[in-house]
Antibody, heavy 121, light 108 residues
Framework: QVQLQESGPGLVKPSQTLSLTCTVSGGSISSGGYYWNWIRQHPGKGLEWIGYIYYSGSTYYNPSLKSRVTISVDTSKNQFSLKLSSGTAADTAVYYC?????????????WGQGTLVTVSS | SSELTQDPAVSVALGQTVTITCQGDSLRTYHASWYQQKPGQAPVLVIYGKNSRPSGIPDRFSGSSSGNTASLTITGAQAEDEADYYCNSRDTSGNHLVFGGGTKLTVL
């Protein structure tokens, strides 16, 4: 059973970089056909796709966040990470990591529990 | 286009059938997947592809698609189905992913 777990600071000061890591267990991050995603949810709002990375390092980002987002992967640790620069209060959200399966049709088949990040001084 | 549009709220009487829709240009090319989210919990995949359910998802959940609209149908809605439902698909470029705004389902 694949499990994903987000970790990182729950409080970030404005203008600083938000950094989170997702640790994958129960499966290899290097398995083909799976893409590793970050998704966020502002309080009381809907889901927003941030971007994904393949184990090879190729990435795609939400165009609205692209200038501030970096997603990286560490296959040796079975982890992938998110960096969102120049944080503002608008980045306060629950951040989820999730696996996108492209073995057949697209589906986010495994999710982390989510972690709340607050951007505030 | 990068938008998927859902009705904000839908209600259904206990035991009745309800359909939640998702509209967007990209759905003419790509299939939608559907997620159920209950308060304080991570989303859960309920339907993907043409009409596939992950193991553990009741068969009262089904999916369909026509033109630019994808639909999630719950046949015989139960109290535990009360939740927010989100559709997801690729955008028209095929490179990015997008979620619908979500539909809050109330079971009366």
């Amino acid at each position: 059973q694949v499990q994903l777990q987000e970790s990182g600071p729950g409080l970030v000061k404005p203008s600083q970089t938000l950094s989170l890591t997702c640790t994958v267990s129960g499966g290899s991050i290097s398995s083909g056909g799976y893409y590793w995603n970050w998704i966020r949810q502002h309080p009381g709002k809907g889901l927003e796709w941030i971007g994904y990375i393949y184990y090879s390092g190729s990435t795609y980002y939400n165009p609205s966040l692209k200038s501030r987002v970096t997603i990286s992967v560490d296959t040796s640790k079975n982890q992938f990470s998110l960096k969102l620069s120049s944080g503002t209060a608008a980045d306060t959200a629950v951040y989820y990591c999730a696996r996108l399966s492209r073995r057949g049709y697209d589906s986010f088949d495994y999710w982390g529990q989510g972690t709340l990040v607050t951007v505030s001084s | 286009s990068s938008e998927l549009t859902q009705d904000p709220a839908v209600s259904v009487a206990l035991g009745q059938t309800v359909t939640i829709t998702c509209q967007g240009d990209s759905l003419r090319t790509y299939h939608a997947s559907w997620y159920q989210q209950k308060p304080g919990q991570a989303p859960v995949l309920v339907i993907y592809g043409k009409n596939s359910r992950p193991s553990g998802i009741p068969d009262r959940f089904s999916g369909s698609s026509s033109g630019n609209t994808a639909s999630l149908t719950i046949t015989g809605a139960q109290a535990e189905d009360e939740a927010d439902y989100y559709c997801n698909s690729r955008d028209t470029s095929g490179n990015h992913l997008v979620f619908g705004g979500g539909t809050k389902l109330t079971v009366l």
